[in-house]
T-cell receptor
């Protein structure tokens, strides 16, 4: 079945550092790919998405490119801030009614 | 910005008790979901609901679970007889569509209800 594997955490960075969280997927069809973020005490929020190969999703300085050849959707941000401290989830949506999530990566940014 | 509201935020219950988790989805959304996350594990799909019936359910969603949309606004998850392993964060979500051909199913999640079974 469809599944997502993302980089294990936790990840600790200093402010203005470069962040990459790896995500790879397995799917039988042509899924859409998502990154969700969960800030402390809050729900899962959609960060960005890409619906087809070579699409790039971007939001709040984060980017991820849908790479069909490597079945990947790595999340990147060039210069992180303390406010980016959160848990990040890669997810896959196929033609049915559900999302398949990765395990989540906890990111802590120190001032 | 519209949001999905869940209550309670935290519930502690004894094993064997019934629990009802409540959700108010976004008002014009038609598809509703429950997911759960056991501490330290993946967010897992439980069930989807559309047009007053279950669209799909996972293996986790066995006979002790049920969902209901008792009125025009609430969407509930009932666990009939809780077990220790039901302890988790339960997330409700809603969407305006199922994704269609593109599969671009954008869900809006609530903040979650933490269930602790003792």
């Amino acid at each position: 079945g469809d599944s997502v594997t993302q980089m294990e955490g936790p990840v600790t960075l200093s402010e203005e550092a470069f962040l990459t969280i790896n995500c790879t997927y397995t799917a039988t069809g042509y899924p859409s790919l998502f990154w969700y973020v969960q800030y402390p005490g809050e729900g899962l929020q959609l960060l960005l998405k890409a619906t087809k190969a070579d699409d790039k999703g971007s939001n709040k300085g984060f980017e991820a490119t849908y790479r069909k050849e490597t079945t990947s959707f790595h999340l990147e941000k060039g210069s992180v801030q303390v406010s980016d401290s959160a848990v990040y989830f890669c997810a896959l949506g196929s033609n049915d009614y559900k999302l398949s999530f990765g395990a989540g990566t906890t990111v802590t940014v120190r001032a | 910005e519209p949001e999905v509201t869940q209550t309670p935020s935290h519930q502690v219950t004894q094993m064997g008790q019934e629990v009802i988790l409540r959700c108010v989805p976004i008002s014009n959304h038609l598809y509703f979901y429950w997911y759960r996350q056991i501490l330290g594990q993946k967010v897992e799909f439980l069930v989807s609901f559309y047009n007053n019936e279950i669209s799909e359910k996972s293996e986790i969603f066995d006979d002790q679970f049920s969902v209901e949309r008792p009125d025009g606004s609430n969407f509930t998850l009932k666990i009939r007889s809780t077990k220790l392993e039901d302890s988790a964060m339960y997330f409700c979500a809603s969407s305006s569509n199922s994704g269609g051909i593109s599969g671009a199913n954008v869900l809006t999640f609530g903040a979650g209800s933490r269930l602790t079974v003792l």
